[in-house]
């Protein structure tokens, strides 16, 4: 008997069989781990659109405020009785009693009943005094004309208008059937609109929902933001050009690499923690300050920046180097004009996404006790401040329901200021990328 009768002899219909069963197993498998992949797909996108939505719905209200149009006698009896227009005096003016005079101009009716005019008191806010103060101090010429302003309703009015509060008492209102009727005689009249929420941009935080702004958070981000990048940059990178470049291959190197590769796995409240210690009780640099949140940030965003930086200096090939060195560069010159220019584009997105990390960082902060309550706008970075995740955290913890499309609202300028940086490092990378 020949071979070839032997391989023909051989039951080839069983072996087909088990190959064709194993084989459909396999297809199988990789379409059952292909659904899979798709289905969390299709969750994380579903839970992404539902957070979205939330946050937006909650928040996009906060961008408009109804105010109230109030025509004001600016008698100068009531805030210049001396008549010498001394700042001083027109700062400390009483004009709560102008404000409530032309609130009840327009009410008549309750100029002789004390719990009355309190009543229609209550449906303006505290910003109406404020904005006339303003007005009086930037040109006391004012003083004796008549001016005719819009200035912001309570938060409780507010939130009644936008119908996030009920026109019941026994459902959670908060307005007497008087109230109501002068909110809709005044709404009748075209004397009580929604307007572009300027307060929102313009303020600092305040105990006052309805004048509670996020300049002060934004401008305490920002010189946070500025000391972290000034100190971040030229420290991760010069930390990435030694590592890659000149620092030789031991195990101290070793063991610098493995740690900052673990840093950039540690919880940042860690860092906070670090900052307190060092910065606060050590250098007892001033609290609250925009410096010290800057360098709190600075710990957190170096390990990403110098991973990244590295990941940048290690994608230039080889023989960029090799042909510096041979036509007689130094080392040094090798690095700094030709490696680093081409790993620039890598360097910058990885400073931009650390930044962006940094930005919103809160454990940090509330360390280092940027989660303090800061009227005022911050003019250098060592100015008490606050940041942006730090007040979405305290306007979360408030109450008042007029706080929670505020908190809304400042998750949306923080996600749309990290989508920008995003954006920015995506650009960066589309556009100065070199492929070899």
């Known amino acids: 008997m020949t071979d070839t009768d032997l391989v023909q002899n051989v039951p080839l ?11 459909s197993r396999r297809h199988a498998a990789e379409r059952r781990f292909r659904a899979y992949g798709i289905a969390s797909v299709a969750m994380a996108v579903v839970f992404l659109a539902v957070l979205l939505t939330s946050i937006i719905g909650k928040g996009y209200s906060a961008f408009y405020q109804h105010e109230v149009q109030i025509t004001v006698a600016l008698d100068p009896a009531v805030i210049d009785p001396d008549g010498k227009r001394d700042h001083h005096a027109l700062e400390v003016g009483d004009y709560r009693t102008l404000v409530r005079n032309a609130m009840v101009s327009m009410f008549p009716e309750v100029a002789d009943n004390r719990h009355e005019r309190r009543e229609l008191m209550d449906l303006v806010s505290e910003g109406a005094e404020e904005l006339l103060r303003d007005k009086v101090l930037a040109n006391p010429a004012l003083i004796g004309s008549t001016q005719t302003l819009w200035v912001p309703v309570t938060a409780d009015v507010d939130q009644l208008l936008k119908g996030h509060m009920s026109r019941d008492p026994a459902r959670g209102g908060q307005f007497s059937e008087r109230q109501l009727g002068w909110i809709d005689s005044l709404t009748t009249h075209g004397l009580l609109k929604s307007h572009f929420n300027t307060w929102l941009w313009t303020q600092g935080d305040s105990r006052q929902p309805e004048l509670a702004g996020l300049l002060g958070a934004m401008v305490g981000s ?131 996404i650390g930044m962006a990390r940094a930005v919103g960082e809160t454990a940090p902060l509330l360390m280092i006790g940027m989660v303090a309550f800061i009227v005022d706008i911050p003019a250098t970075p060592l100015d008490p401040a606050t940041a942006l995740p730090v007040q979405v955290y305290l306007w979360a913890a408030s109450p008042e329901r007029a706080f929670v499309e505020r908190t809304s609202a400042a998750i949306i300028v923080l996600l749309l200021f990290l989508g920008v940086m995003n954006a920015g490092a995506i650009y960066l990378r589309k556009k100065f990328e070199r492929r070899w």
């Open 13 to 23: 219909t069983g072996i087909a069989e088990k190959v064709g069963a194993r084989l």
């Open 222 to 352: 920002f010189y946070s933001l500025v000391v972290t990048l000034l100190l971040s940059f030229p420290l991760g990178v010069a930390t990435a050009i030694y590592l890659e470049e000149f620092a030789p291959q031991n195990r101290w190197t070793d063991l610098i690499e493995v740690n900052i590769n673990n840093l950039a796995a540690v919880p940042s409240i860690v860092f906070g923690l670090l900052g307190l210690e060092m910065f606060l009780n050590v250098f007892h640099l001033p609290r609250s300050a925009p410096l010290v949140g800057g360098l709190a940030l600075t710990l957190v965003s170096l390990p990403t920046i110098i991973i990244a930086s590295r990941v940048a200096l290690k994608a230039v090939p080889p023989w960029i180097r090799e042909a510096a060195l041979g036509l007689g560069a130094s080392r040094w010159q090798m690095v700094v004009h030709h490696v680093l220019p081409l790993a620039m584009p890598g360097v910058l997105t990885g400073t931009i």
